[in-house]
């Protein structure tokens, strides 16, 4: 490991000791009013990707068309190649770059319209839904916020610590 990724890992370790340490060090009425904010905070977070999540949803809902029509024309491309053995093609050279052309229009076609839907699905859904898992996490923990976000401090150093000792 250099000495660089030591320092992130010392980095994340002191930060999670800090706030899983506040816990016992500090008077329950502060330790109840900083987890208060950061509890107003992180739903204030959780509202924004449960806007975004449903957002995406109804852009699914309202593309479901050109996706399925989309994927239709991926699998058409596929058939096509699948039964180019199955055609008799012999001497007609412009049927045979017909053939081709359109097998490759479709495909790519599709795949480029498919793709160009599903970026504004997936990435909502993806990263939404697993920062969605995490602000659950944090809000439902017993300790509190802050020690939940300590706690996952700490378990990201283990992880990091993990990745550079095995690379």
């Known amino acids: 490991m250099t000495i660089d990724q030591q320092l992130l890992i010392l980095n994340f370790q002191i930060l999670a000791g800090i706030l899983m340490g506040l ?14 904010q950061t509890s107003i905070r992180i739903l204030n977070v959780q509202e924004g990707i449960d806007l975004d ?5 109804e852009h699914a809902k309202n593309n479901i068309v050109v996706i399925v029509v989309s994927i239709l024309m991926i699998f058409s491309s596929i058939l096509m190649i699948y039964f180019t053995d199955f055609l008799i093609f012999e001497g007609k050279y412009i049927l045979i770059a017909l053939w081709i052309v359109s097998i490759v229009v479709l495909f790519f076609m599709g795949f ?3 793709l160009n839907v599903s970026a504004d699905i997936i990435v909502p859904i993806g990263l939404g839904g697993s920062l969605r898992v995490f602000t659950t996490l944090i809000l439902a923990s017993p300790k509190g916020p ?10 990201t150093s283990f992880i990091l610590r993990y990745k550079y000792l095995s690379t």
Do not use: V
């Open 23 to 36: 816990d016992y060090l500090m008077p329950e009425s502060w330790r109840k009013n900083l987890n208060d």
């Open 146 to 155: 802050l020690a939940a976000i300590g706690f996952l401090c700490l378990c």
């Open 112 to 114: 480029a319209t498919l």
């Open 53 to 57: 999540i449903l957002k995406a949803w």
